[in-house]
């Protein structure tokens, strides 16, 4: 699990161009990380990786410009869908489970 932690310290400290240590403090200070809570927006649906809105913006604002078009091959429910619809950018999502689909769907309002 270290090896892991590692790897994407590293990964968000070349995203965001500041030091690992950095990524961390901000993040316990300004990002509620838990994702024990359930998504209110895809009620019934559970996710074994709800990424919260939050991170989600944040990564977006960081490393994309309105009207960019977002790449999420793991569309789970949708968070970066709805980000990237909040933030003026297209976005395209895949997903295979057809439960996180209709929840995607739901969330995204595009029944």
Known sequence: MEDYLTLVDACNAILLQIKPEEVKNWVTDHI??????????????????????????????????????????????????????ELNRRCILFELNEEYVKGIIQRLNLE
């Open 32 to 85: 509620d990380t838990s994702v024990s809570r359930p998504d209110s927006n895809c009620p019934g649906i559970n996710h074994p990786a709800l990424m919260t809105e939050q991170v989600v913006d944040l990564i977006l604002r960081q490393t994309s410009e309105e009207n960019s078009v977002i790449l999420d091959p793991f569309g789970g429910l949708g968070t970066t869908g709805k980000i990237s619809l």
